[in-house]
C-alpha cells in the first residue's frame, strides 16, 4: 500500500511539473508573439524577451530576434534609397524646366520664321513631343511632392461643391472633344472631412483621363453615399489596360499626351484621405468610381 502511495505521489508531481511546463511555454509563446507584433509595427531596437529558461524556446526567440534585426536593416535601406530617389526625381524635374524652357523659346522665334511646308509640318511635330516632355516633368515633380509630403489639411468640404468646380474647369476640353457630359449629383450636399486640393487634383485628374481616352462621351454619377462613379466609352482600351491604369507611368498609347502618372497620383491622394478608387471594364466602357466613406457629423 506504502509503494502504490508513493507511485501516486510521483504521478501527481510528474503530472503537476508537466502542467507547470506547459503553463511556462504556452507564456513564452504569448510573450514571443507580443513582442513580434509589436516589433513590426514600430521601429525600435528592443529585443524579443521571454520568461521561462527552457533553451528551445530561448533559442527560437535568439532566433526571430536575428531575423528582426535583419528586416530593420533593410526597411532603413529601402527607406533611405526611397527618400533619395523621390529627391533626385525633384531635382531632375526642376533642372529639365531652365532647358526646356530655352528650347521653347528657340521654337517659338523658329516658328515665325519662313519655312516650307515639310520643315513647318517636322516644326510642329517637335512642338508637340516639347508639350508632352513639359507635361512629364510636371508630373514628375508633383508626383514626388506628393509621395514625400502625406501631411493633408482636412476640413469639412462638400464634395458636390469640388466635383462641379471641376467639371466646370474642363468645359473647354469637352467642347473640343464634342463631349456632353452626362451629369448625376445627390440633392442633398455630401460632407467630408477631406483636403480640397487634393480632392480637386483627384477629380481632375479622373476627368482628363476620360477626356484623353472616350470615344464622344462621358458621364458622372454622385451618390449620397459619397461614391462617385466616372464612366465613358473606350474601345481602344482592354482588361489588362484598366488592371494597369494605376501604375506608375504605364500609358495606353504612346502616341497620346499622357505621362502615365495622373491616376496613380490620384490614387495615392484617395488612399491617403482614407478612400477608395477602382476602374472596371464592360462592353466597351471605363468606369472608374472614386468613394469617400467617412461622414462627417453636422
Not at 533553451?55 to 533593410?74: D, K
Request: glycine share 6%; with cysteine; hydrophobic share 40%.
Amino acid at each position: 500500500m506504502v509503494a502504490l502511495w508513493i507511485a501516486v505521489g510521483v504521478l501527481s508531481l510528474t503530472v503537476l511539473l508537466l502542467v507547470c511546463k506547459v503553463l511556462s511555454m504556452q507564456k513564452a509563446t504569448r510573450e514571443i508573439a507580443a513582442g513580434f507584433a509589436e516589433h513590426l509595427q514600430s521601429d525600435t531596437n528592443t529585443l524579443i524577451c521571454v520568461s521561462t529558461r527552457d533553451r528551445h524556446v530561448r533559442t527560437l526567440a535568439a532566433s526571430i530576434n536575428r531575423e528582426l534585426r535583419t528586416l530593420r536593416e533593410m526597411r532603413h535601406r529601402y527607406q533611405n534609397g526611397d527618400k533619395e530617389l523621390k529627391s533626385a526625381v525633384t531635382n531632375i524635374s526642376h533642372d529639365l524646366r531652365t532647358p526646356l524652357t530655352a528650347i521653347c523659346g528657340y521654337l517659338d522665334l523658329l516658328e515665325a520664321e519662313e519655312k516650307s511646308e515639310q520643315t513647318a509640318r517636322y516644326v510642329a511635330q517637335i512642338a508637340n513631343r516639347i508639350e508632352v516632355l513639359k507635361s512629364l516633368t510636371e508630373e514628375l515633380f508633383r508626383f514626388s511632392v506628393i509621395s514625400s509630403e502625406p501631411a493633408l489639411k482636412l476640413e469639412r468640404v462638400n464634395v458636390c461643391h469640388v466635383l462641379e468646380d471641376a467639371l466646370v474647369s474642363f468645359y473647354g476640353a469637352f467642347e473640343g472633344q464634342k463631349i456632353t457630359p452626362r451629369i448625376t449629383m445627390p440633392k442633398q450636399p455630401v460632407w467630408r472631412e477631406l483636403d480640397v486640393s487634393a480632392l480637386s487634383r483627384i477629380f481632375g485628374n479622373v476627368i482628363s483621363n476620360a477626356v484623353k481616352y472616350s470615344d464622344g462621351d462621358f458621364a458622372v454619377c454622385m451618390n449620397e453615399d459619397g461614391s462617385i462613379v466616372f464612366s465613358n466609352t473606350a474601345r481602344s482600351l482592354s482588361a489588362v489596360d484598366v488592371g494597369k491604369l494605376f501604375d506608375r507611368f504605364y500609358t495606353v498609347n504612346s502616341a497620346r499626351r499622357s505621362t502615365g502618372l495622373g491616376l496613380s497620383i490620384a490614387k495615392i491622394l484617395v488612399e491617403r484621405m482614407g478612400g477608395t478608387i477602382h476602374a472596371q471594364y464592360g462592353d466597351s466602357k471605363l468606369y472608374i468610381t472614386v468613394a469617400f466613406s467617412h461622414l462627417v457629423i453636422e
